[in-house]
């Protein structure tokens, strides 16, 4: 909401094709919400992945889509296997590294297998998904500013 609030976000805009292939896309998030972006993206992947076999579509212009394996599951759902990927900021440094030079870069895949089971795999490329250190950074800092008072 901060971002809607602050205006970095666009709220008067939608996604956009830029280029397209029966089976690819090129789409400008034009700096809308990133789940709006992705959801975007995901249902024309599925639509085209249902009339050529394949959909593959890239976002430009977007902001943090939120679970990569919302996108994947959705996919899933429809008969196919579904990824998503994201590439973000640099965010963690490497080993022996001085720098940060890596992002979190989520990855996801899912599919369904026989007999109704499915694989679904969601993760960060590093050791740990950025969310999860914000979140435990916002607990540890509300505990002690409760001390503090």
């Known amino acids: 909401m901060e971002d809607l609030i602050n205006g970095f976000n666009a709220v008067d805009k939608e996604p956009e094709i830029l280029k397209q292939t029966p089976a690819t896309a ?55 296997i579904g990824m998503a990927f994201c590439n973000t ?33 969601d993760m960060a490329t590093t050791a740990v998904a950025q969310g999860k250190v914000r979140n435990q950074c916002d607990c540890c800092y509300s505990k002690l500013s409760y001390f503090k008072s």
């Open 89 to 121: 900021s640099p965010f963690m440094i490497p080993t022996r590294g001085k720098t940060k030079t890596l992002g979190t870069n989520p990855i996801s895949v899912a599919a369904k297998g026989n007999n109704g089971e499915e694989f679904v795999l």
């Open 26 to 80: 090129l789409v400008d998030g034009n700096n809308c919400l990133g789940p709006v972006v992705g959801k975007y993206c995901i249902d024309l992947a599925i639509e085209k992945a249902k009339s050529m076999g394949i959909g593959w579509v890239c976002a430009k212009g977007s902001n943090h889509f939120g679970i990569a394996g919302w996108y994947s599951m959705r996919a899933m759902e429809e008969g196919l």
